[in-house]
């Protein structure tokens, strides 16, 4: 796998966490379940981590220009922006 399938796979990986959270938010704060927003909050955390480690990374290894780091960034804080981002910039790389 290289690094390309890889920042795609957490890309996808991160928007599905992400979602995730719109469901169990309001089941912690509702109605009073904290698991499922646990288990949820810490994956969404990890993956987010690292899909902004693999941005830099695969920014930094293919040389791609500033904009790539900043519009990758800006697409991990908004729903559905990694499926974009994957779709506009990663899927046409490959």
């Not at 890889?6 to 890309?11: C, E, G, S, Y």
């Not at 966490?17 to 927003?37: A, D, Q, R």
């Not at 506009?88 to 790389?93: I, V, W």
Request: glycine share 8%; with cysteine; charged share 15%.
């Amino acid at each position: 796998m290289n690094h390309n399938t890889t920042l795609r796979f957490l890309a996808i990986a991160e928007g599905i966490s992400y979602l995730c959270l719109g469901i169990t938010v309001p089941l912690k704060y509702k109605l009073g379940y904290t698991l499922p927003n646990l288990i949820v909050g810490m994956t969404h955390g990890i993956l987010f981590m690292a899909y902004c480690y693999w941005i830099v990374l695969v920014g930094q290894t293919t040389r791609r220009d500033r904009n790539f780091f900043v519009v990758g960034l800006i697409m991990s804080l908004i729903p559905f922006g990694t499926f974009w981002f994957d779709k506009k910039y990663l899927s046409t790389k490959d």
